[in-house]
């Protein structure tokens, strides 16, 4: 508050004042009112940690417009510094197990006791030119045996998206034969897991017991498939049963091998016969792995769902742009989450998406309000939709918004692709993915050691309880994305779009921070800690990529410091324990996903060339590419497509 913006009530105030003979005392009251304004005034600014006081990258506009090429160049070289840091490590103290344990020096084995941080890397050393570190991950490679121990099952979708996709990437890239032999034997020893009626795989296999089997040998020794070979239960979980299309498809593309094609097929079929009409027409998160259908009405593209929306996209843009079925997916499950799971925050107006758990079919769901951080990918998905498809001609994309869906087949959840049917939907899918995008960030730059926690939860206004048919929830106001661009839109669009500008950060004091008084920022954190998570650089490197904004760039080398300050150990990169203060105490863990992911991504945000170009390549969840192909008809009569 300023002087200024006071002075012309206080004139009008003189004038009624001076009229009165006691005005001499109200004058004095008057003067030490504004007085005490502005001392609040210059107090509240101060606490708002002005965004001009802050280092370039930190800024609202992110900066970095006039970095030199020079520069970037040395900040990719920054980041091929700490990749290396964090391999030798690894290969000093770890390799061939899983993974480094950085704060005591120590090794663990958490994803099958083969090597994952090396499988996970093999990409990552070829796109930085690291010969050395590759060949010696080879020698490793070429004398792995898949298998483990009887009483130890492999989790297929981590096998899957870090091992098998590692090999194929990096066999992408370098034509080693090596590479794609271990990937078809890898497959093969895990190809028990889909013994379930529906065709969709089981949560883990012990690839041990009778390997390299088909399915017909089990049936014709009358083994049973759940006695030693898979383990889970009958209710599976989306994203490790609906992510595994790519690495599957591009693995049958290579091999010729029938098998893999149909694996993957069973899979997209079965999800594009699955009953959404409570859900409208976006997949749930748990699955009867018996039927094929949904167990549940939670959606989310948070924690257990994230990678089986990510692969509806890709799956279509990796097969050439051909598989149809795959795209009115994608089409379907982003109208949704559009309609029904983007909210602006009541303050700050942060773009945000969040998770429901009740049907959609007669009345709108009340959302959790937890922001993930593994929902960070979402504005990258929706960038990389909105450049690779011309969804401002969906004719083009024999797309049909209406006849896709509507309120005969999803009830009140059809009306929202009536709505979005008067957008031009490529537009609309980008405005979602920088406003959500800058919230991702935010949650980085809001934090004393510039690094975002796990979870947040939204802070809504109470309004009352609500009945759903089976219990009460607790409703709040929580404010929806398109009912906001619905009344910008019709007030004739003036300004940004709502949850897209630009925004400063809020960095609560120590005091605020311990009495929990702060307010400002519009959301608690629910889970403090820092993972090395990739998903919000991925995001910032596609939108960079997208859009030639250097704001996201900039904000990537923010992060990147950030990780140098706070993760950095004398053998690697550890997790975080608690992003509220700094220095941050950190956890005794190094996912291989940082090396394969994290630093790579990173890496190809500040190089100028761009060797995986977003119209050529596709990334798997794990960050691992493979290049875009269209079927032979070779390729069809061996796969029987």
């Given at each position: 508050?300023?002087?200024?913006?006071?002075?012309?009530?206080?004139?009008?105030?003189?004038?009624?004042?001076?009229?009165?003979?006691?005005q001499?005392?109200?004058?004095?009251?008057?003067?030490?009112?504004?007085?005490?304004?502005?001392?609040y005034?210059?107090?509240?600014?101060?606490?708002?940690?002005?965004a001009?006081?802050?280092?370039?990258?930190?800024?609202?506009?992110?900066g970095?417009?006039?970095?030199?090429?020079?520069?970037?160049?040395?900040r990719?070289?920054k980041?091929?510094?700490?990749?290396?840091?964090?391999?030798?490590?690894?290969?000093?103290y770890?390799?061939?197990?899983?993974?480094?344990?950085p704060?005591?020096?120590?090794?663990?084995?958490?994803?099958?006791?083969?090597?994952?941080?090396?499988?996970d890397s093999l990409?990552?050393?070829?796109?930085?030119?690291?010969?050395?570190?590759?060949?010696?991950a080879?020698?490793?490679?070429e004398?792995?045996?898949?298998?483990?121990?009887?009483?130890?099952?492999?989790?297929?979708?981590e096998?899957?998206?870090?091992y098998l996709?590692?090999?194929?990437?990096?066999?992408?890239?370098?034509?080693?034969a090596?590479?794609l032999?271990?990937a078809?034997?890898?497959a093969?020893?895990?190809?028990?897991i889909?013994?379930s009626?529906?065709?969709?795989?089981f949560?883990a296999?012990n690839?041990?017991?009778y390997?390299?089997?088909?399915?017909?040998?089990?049936?014709?020794?009358?083994?049973?498939f759940?006695?030693?070979q898979t383990?889970g239960?009958?209710?599976?979980?989306?994203?490790?049963?609906?992510?595994l299309?790519?690495?599957?498809?591009y693995?049958?593309?290579?091999?010729?091998?029938?098998?893999y094609?149909s694996?993957a097929n069973?899979?997209?079929q079965?999800?594009?016969?699955?009953?959404?009409?409570y859900t409208?027409?976006?997949?749930?998160?748990?699955?009867?792995?018996?039927?094929?259908?949904?167990?549940?009405?939670?959606?989310?593209?948070?924690?257990q769902?994230?990678?089986?929306?990510?692969?509806?996209?890709?799956q279509?843009?990796?097969?050439?742009?051909?598989?149809?079925a795959?795209?009115?997916?994608?089409i379907?499950?982003?109208?949704?989450i559009?309609n029904h799971l983007?909210?602006l925050?009541?303050?700050?107006?942060l773009?945000?998406?969040?998770?429901?758990?009740?049907?959609?079919?007669?009345?709108?769901?009340?959302p959790?309000?937890v922001?993930e951080?593994?929902?960070?990918f979402?504005?990258?998905?929706?960038?990389?939709?909105?450049?690779?498809?011309?969804?401002?001609?969906?004719?083009s994309?024999?797309?049909?918004?209406?006849?896709?869906g509507?309120?005969k087949?999803?009830g009140?959840?059809?009306?929202?692709?009536?709505?979005?049917?008067?957008y031009?939907?490529?537009q609309?899918?980008?405005?979602?993915?920088?406003g959500?995008a800058q919230?991702c960030?935010?949650?980085?730059a809001d934090?004393?050691?510039r690094?975002?926690p796990?979870?947040?939860?939204?802070k809504?206004d109470?309004?009352?309880?609500?009945?759903?048919?089976?219990?009460?929830?607790?409703?709040?106001?929580?404010?929806?994305?398109i009912?906001?661009?619905e009344k910008?839109?019709?007030?004739?669009?003036?300004?940004?779009?709502?949850g897209?500008g630009d925004?400063?950060?809020?960095?609560?004091s120590?005091?605020?921070?311990?009495?929990?008084?702060g307010?400002?920022?519009d959301?608690?954190?629910?889970?403090?800690?820092y993972l090395?998570?990739?998903?919000?650089?991925?995001?910032?490197?596609?939108l960079w990529r997208?859009?030639?904004?250097?704001?996201?760039r900039?904000?990537?080398?923010a992060?990147?410091?950030?990780?140098e300050?706070e993760c950095?150990?004398?053998?690697g990169?550890?997790?975080?324990?608690?992003?509220q203060?700094s220095p941050?105490?950190?956890?005794?863990?190094?996912?291989?996903?940082?090396l394969?992911?994290t630093l790579?991504?990173?890496?190809?945000?500040?190089?100028?060339?761009?060797?995986?170009?977003?119209?050529?390549?596709?990334?798997?969840?794990?960050?691992?590419?493979?290049p875009?192909?269209?079927?032979t008809?070779?390729?069809?009569?061996?796969l029987?497509?």
């Amino acid at each position: 508050m300023h002087l200024e913006a006071v002075m012309p009530h206080y004139r009008q105030l003189s004038q009624i004042l001076g009229k009165h003979r006691y005005q001499q005392p109200y004058r004095l009251v008057l003067y030490g009112s504004i007085f005490l304004l502005s001392l609040y005034g210059l107090y509240y600014t101060w606490k708002q940690w002005d965004a001009t006081l802050l280092p370039d990258q930190w800024r609202p506009g992110g900066g970095g417009a006039n970095v030199s090429p020079h520069v970037w160049k040395d900040r990719s070289e920054k980041v091929k510094e700490a990749f290396r840091h964090a391999y030798r490590g690894y290969e000093r103290y770890a390799i061939p197990s899983d993974e480094l344990k950085p704060l005591s020096d120590k090794k663990v084995n958490n994803f099958n006791g083969w090597g994952v941080t090396m499988y996970d890397s093999l990409d990552t050393m070829l796109l930085m030119g690291l010969e050395d570190e590759y060949k010696r991950a080879l020698a490793f490679i070429e004398k792995t045996d898949f298998s483990v121990s009887s009483d130890v099952y492999a989790p297929y979708f981590e096998t899957v998206i870090r091992y098998l996709g590692g090999l194929l990437s990096a066999h992408a890239l370098s034509k080693d034969a090596l590479l794609l032999k271990k990937a078809d034997e890898l497959a093969m020893a895990l190809d028990p897991i889909f013994a379930s009626p529906s065709g969709m795989p089981f949560y883990a296999v012990n690839p041990k017991t009778y390997p390299f089997c088909t399915i017909e040998f089990y049936l014709e020794l009358n083994i049973g498939f759940n006695s030693g070979q898979t383990r889970g239960p009958e209710i599976g979980i989306l994203a490790e049963i609906a992510s595994l299309q790519m690495e599957y498809t591009y693995l049958a593309k290579l091999t010729g091998n029938r098998r893999y094609f149909s694996r993957a097929n069973a899979v997209m079929q079965t999800l594009a016969n699955a009953n959404l009409t409570y859900t409208g027409g976006m997949f749930p998160i748990r699955w009867n792995l018996t039927s094929g259908q949904p167990y549940d009405y939670h959606v989310s593209v948070g924690a257990q769902a994230d990678s089986a929306h990510e692969y509806l996209l890709k799956q279509y843009l990796l097969t050439g742009k051909t598989d149809q079925a795959s795209l009115d997916m994608y089409i379907r499950a982003t109208t949704h989450i559009i309609n029904h799971l983007l909210f602006l925050s009541p303050k700050r107006h942060l773009l945000y998406v969040s998770d429901t758990h009740s049907s959609t079919h007669d009345i709108n769901a009340e959302p959790s309000q937890v922001f993930e951080h593994l929902s960070c990918f979402l504005p990258g998905l929706l960038a990389l939709g909105a450049h690779t498809l011309p969804l401002d001609k969906l004719e083009s994309l024999h797309v049909n918004l209406d006849s896709l869906g509507n309120e005969k087949l999803f009830g009140h959840a059809g009306k929202g692709y009536k709505t979005l049917s008067s957008y031009n939907l490529k537009q609309l899918h980008l405005w979602a993915a920088e406003g959500l995008a800058q919230t991702c960030w935010l949650t980085y730059a809001d934090q004393p050691s510039r690094l975002a926690p796990d979870e947040i939860q939204i802070k809504v206004d109470p309004a009352g309880k609500t009945w759903d048919g089976t219990r009460w929830w607790q409703k709040t106001e929580s404010y929806s994305w398109i009912e906001a661009m619905e009344k910008w839109r019709k007030s004739g669009s003036r300004g940004v779009a709502p949850g897209v500008g630009d925004k400063a950060p809020v960095v609560y004091s120590e005091s605020e921070r311990k009495t929990g008084k702060g307010s400002r920022r519009d959301y608690a954190i629910r889970k403090s800690g820092y993972l090395l998570r990739p998903e919000t650089v991925e995001s910032l490197y596609i939108l960079w990529r997208v859009t030639g904004d250097t704001k996201w760039r900039t904000r990537g080398w923010a992060i990147f410091e950030a990780i140098e300050k706070e993760c950095r150990t004398a053998s690697g990169y550890a997790n975080l324990i608690s992003v509220q203060v700094s220095p941050a105490p950190k956890e005794d863990s190094m996912p291989s996903y940082f090396l394969a992911e994290t630093l790579k991504y990173l890496y190809l945000m500040f190089i100028d060339d761009d060797p995986l170009p977003l119209d050529k390549w596709v990334f798997n969840t794990e960050a691992h590419a493979f290049p875009m192909f269209r079927w032979t008809e070779k390729d069809k009569d061996r796969l029987g497509i």
